[in-house]
């Protein structure tokens, strides 16, 4: 119906949103797969779509946040929606960024470390693929958000325990590397961690936002 | 009143901020005044029941009384019972005028007030559980559905106003309906008795209390007791219509007892108190922690003090009214032996045809008036939005505007400088082959040197020092064919420095000679006619010659200057 016509643009271009970080963490980790396999072409194709991808993100929220205040649209939890949004956007901000500091730092890795960092962006993803139906669910049936957190909250841990033990490799295990290498390789898999730590970031906002929708 | 129960209708969806109070005003006005003056009937009866005030001067009184004690309340803040006011204010003009009170109806009144918030209450928890069970299962957006609420206050608020006229104008103009004028409106398409103009009077009364004084007892209601969602400010103002609905209506009542069922009693209800009950029905679905008790607790008190407070002000009102005012504030009973005891009023009346007055062309003629007014403030309006539209798009415009202008003196700037640094690149290749024309004359002029060496050597008749100046000759001439180098090397250069201009020669003057053409660029370089002789291998006269042929070519007029034509070309 016409009168409904503003909520439902809303609603599409909210689900644009939601697409665009989900796309960009499949992106993200095929990026940094093909970097630590060699595929250089393939790589700098990752970095371009994951450039786009959170181009587009940005315009999308910065759409929906106009057209909420524009139409006056959920007085009451149109703020806790804008930080949900803010949030999530960060998420696809950390992965390009990271995407690009392989691209312009060229570290390097070796090989042994390969299949631990590919687990390690394995991990972060799975935090954000976990988060992504559970921002889904809080918009139709809140009361089911909370049942779907804990995978959040499961890979966020294990992401944080696979970052120390490959610190703890690239420090004690190799003895090869050079200092500055062995930070370089600390400072990656930093970045990489931090992928989970914004999807648990959001994980606490859309539960304590999910406890308020609660009816 | 209008003040008072306006909030308890739209408090809760002003007070999410789902509707502006604004609309919120105009949606419980008009409705108001509809539901009073179509179902207003039933409820005014059994008020009359309880007191039936016999003069005008009583009913002015604890009219007053009534309204002023809601007025104090309200003005504290406190959401009370006009229902309770006015029950308190006629009890008060019973005790003045040595009237028994009906035992019956007072406690058929009071049973409401009970029975009121406790049906609001179960009506609340019942639609709460209902539209939970409905939203969980129909999982629809959380966006649409905000609008689908909006529009949902909307309704069942115009719902709610319709009912509160409907039950609660008795308690406005009740104590009036005796002294109702003895008129018929004739509006052509319907008519309106006397009772019905009051029951009007009644709600547009109301109305008006809406839109003036509502604003500050919304916030009360909205965030008072307890913190309201969207859903649940449908869910009370649905149950607390619905109550008032029921309370109010014969057919309702009708339809009940013709089927063997007890009579609904049409009393008016206080809107305030099942309100209360209903916020309090969601609470105790949802957890009583979430209930103010504090301010629940101050409601209770004006619930209590509000009768008292309004029956002490009409008793002690008409014994002003009648003593310092002189004025009847009620009828004296009147006893005759053997009979029941009667008031002097209640003889029975003459029975007065009412008066006819025919207000259709009144009607029409205000409507007309209204019509046209309202066609001139939507045309002015329409003109304004539309000057405001052009006003827009003007400054859009010009900010335009401003940026192009921005941007092309931004170009403007960026040419310049590019065109300054072509011009000093242009500068120091003409250097460069000034400099190497130079060393082309130079070189011709060593040349013409040697010519005379050469007919000294002819001349010299030594042998021995004429082989000597043979070797010089010859290191000499050595020397000369880098010249012929440097002469390829300079045409090469002017050629790459100015293909342009040679391109637009050719275009624009398809005649000239290859010589023709470069001695056009020579002349563009600057270089003068002594300089340009060595350079294409001629005397300084043919230099002249060639500049004579030139002009011709390219068909320049006498008092031209050729050099500033080719410049410009």
């Given at each position: 119906m016409a009168i409904f016509s503003k909520s439902n643009k809303v609603i599409e271009l909210l689900e644009k949103f939601i697409d665009s970080i989900d796309q960009g963490s499949i992106v993200f980790k095929k990026g940094v797969d093909n970097y630590l396999y060699g595929n250089i072409q393939a790589f700098e194709n990752n970095i371009l779509t994951l450039s786009k991808l959170e181009s587009d993100a940005d315009l999308l929220g910065k759409d929906i946040e106009n057209r909420l205040y524009k139409h006056s649209l959920m007085p009451q939890l149109r703020g806790d929606m804008l930080r949900l949004l803010e949030e999530l956007d960060d998420i696809i901000d950390i992965m390009k960024t990271n995407?690009?500091?392989?691209?312009?730092?060229?570290?390097?890795?070796?090989?042994?470390?390969?299949?631990?960092?590919s687990k390690l962006t394995e991990m972060s993803v799975a935090t954000v693929e976990a988060l992504i139906p559970a921002a889904r669910a809080f918009f139709r049936s809140p009361e089911t958000v909370k049942d779907q957190l804990h995978r959040v909250y499961f890979y966020e841990t294990e992401a944080d325990k696979l970052a120390a033990a490959i610190k703890r490799k690239v420090f004690r295990e190799m003895p090869d590397l050079k200092l500055s290498e062995k930070f370089h390789l600390r400072y990656f898999t930093l970045h990489i961690e931090q992928v989970s730590d914004a999807s648990k970031k959001a994980a606490d906002l859309l539960s304590v936002m999910a406890i308020k929708r609660a009816f | 009143m209008g003040a008072n129960d306006a909030a308890n209708i739209f408090g809760t969806a002003v007070g999410s901020k789902m509707v502006s109070f604004a609309r919120a005003a105009i949606i419980a006005s008009i409705f108001v005044i509809i539901g009073a003056a179509i179902q207003g009937g039933g409820t005014t009866e059994t008020l009359g029941s309880l007191g039936l005030i016999d003069e005008l001067a009583g009913s002015f009184t604890v009219a007053l009384a009534a309204g002023f004690t809601v007025f104090v309340m309200t003005k504290y803040g406190l959401p009370v019972s006009t229902t309770q006011a006015i029950v308190g204010a006629i009890i008060g003009w019973n005790l003045f005028a040595g009237r028994e009170t009906d035992a019956a109806v007072l406690s058929k009144i009071v049973t409401t007030w009970i029975s009121g918030p406790l049906l609001g209450a179960a009506f609340s928890a019942l639609l709460f559980?209902?539209?939970?069970?409905?939203?969980?299962?129909?999982?629809?957006?959380?966006?649409?559905?905000?609008?689908?609420?909006?529009?949902?206050?909307?309704?069942?608020?115009?719902?709610?106003?319709?009912?509160?006229?409907?039950?609660?104008?008795?308690?406005?103009?009740?104590?009036?309906?005796?002294?109702?004028?003895?008129?018929?409106?004739?509006?052509g398409i319907f008519e309106l008795g006397g009772t019905e103009i009051l029951f009007l009077a009644g709600g547009v009364s109301i109305a008006l209390g809406i839109l003036t004084?509502?604003?500050?007892?919304?916030?009360?209601?909205?965030?008072?007791?307890?913190?309201?969602?969207s859903e649940a400010a449908i869910v009370v103002v649905l149950a607390q219509s619905l109550v008032l609905f029921i309370f109010s209506s014969t057919t309702l009542s009708n339809v009940l007892i013709s089927i063997g069922l007890p009579p609904i009693p049409l009393v008016p209800v206080s809107s305030s108190q099942v309100v209360v009950g209903a916020?309090?029905?969601?609470?105790?679905?949802?957890?009583?922690?979430?209930?103010?008790?504090?301010?629940?607790?101050?409601?209770?008190?004006?619930?209590?003090?509000?009768?008292?407070?309004?029956?002490?002000?009409?008793?002690?009102?008409?014994?002003?009214?009648?003593?310092?005012?002189?004025?009847?504030?009620?009828?004296?009973?009147?006893?005759?032996?053997?009979?029941?005891?009667?008031?002097?009023?209640?003889?029975?009346?003459?029975?007065?045809?009412?008066?006819?007055?025919?207000?259709?062309?009144?009607?029409?003629?205000?409507?007309?008036?209204?019509?046209?007014?309202?066609?001139?403030?939507?045309?002015?309006?329409?003109?304004?939005?539309?000057?405001?539209?052009?006003n827009e798009l003007l400054e859009q415009q010009n900010e335009h505007y401003v940026t192009q202008k921005a941007l092309m003196e931004s170009d403007l700037k960026t040419m310049r400088l590019e065109n300054v640094s072509m011009a000093k690149r242009l500068e120091f290749r003409r250097k460069e082959l000034m400099n190497m024309a130079l060393n082309i004359v130079e070189q011709k002029n060593y040349l013409e040197e040697l010519a005379e060496q050469l007919k000294d050597i002819q001349k010299t008749e030594d042998k021995k020092e004429k082989n000597k100046k043979?070797?010089?000759?010859?290191?000499?001439?050595?020397?000369?064919?880098?010249?012929?180098?440097?002469?390829?090397?300079?045409?090469?250069?002017?050629?790459?420095?100015?293909?342009?201009f040679s391109r637009k020669l050719e275009e624009e003057y398809p005649k000239l000679t290859e010589t023709e053409k470069r001695f056009a660029t020579f002349l563009r370089l600057g270089f003068s006619s002594k300089e340009i002789a060595p350079l294409l291998n001629v005397s300084i006269k043919s230099v002249e010659t060639y500049r004579y042929r030139l002009r011709k070519k390219l068909n320049i007029s006498k008092g031209e200057n050729l050099i500033r034509f080719i410049q410009n070309l």
């Open positions: 995407l690009y500091q392989f691209e312009v730092e060229v570290p390097n890795i070796p090989g042994e470390l390969n299949q631990d960092l | 559980l209902l539209m939970r069970y409905v939203l969980r299962k129909m999982k629809i957006h959380m966006i649409l559905l905000d609008s689908y609420i909006r529009w949902g206050l909307i309704a069942v608020g115009a719902f709610g106003a319709y009912s509160l006229g409907a039950n609660n104008v008795a308690n406005v103009i009740g104590v009036f309906v005796g002294h109702a004028p003895n008129i018929i409106l004739d509006f004084y509502s604003r500050k007892i919304i916030q009360t209601i909205g965030k008072g007791i307890m913190d309201i969602s916020i309090i029905g969601i609470g105790l679905v949802k957890g009583i922690q979430e209930v103010r008790i504090k301010m629940l607790a101050e409601i209770l008190v004006g619930w209590i003090l509000t009768p008292i407070f309004a029956g002490l002000l009409s008793f002690f009102g008409l014994f002003f009214v009648q003593n310092v005012f002189n004025q009847e504030v009620f009828t004296p009973l009147v006893q005759s032996p053997g009979k029941e005891i009667t008031s002097e009023g209640s003889k029975i009346a003459e029975v007065i045809d009412p008066q006819h007055v025919n207000l259709v062309w009144w009607v029409a003629g205000i409507g007309f008036i209204l019509l046209m007014v309202l066609a001139i403030w939507l045309i002015i309006r329409q003109n304004k939005l539309k000057l405001i539209a052009q043979i070797d010089h000759l010859l290191k000499n001439m050595k020397l000369k064919m880098s010249f012929d180098d440097k002469v390829e090397n300079f045409n090469l250069e002017i050629e790459k420095l100015h293909k342009g």
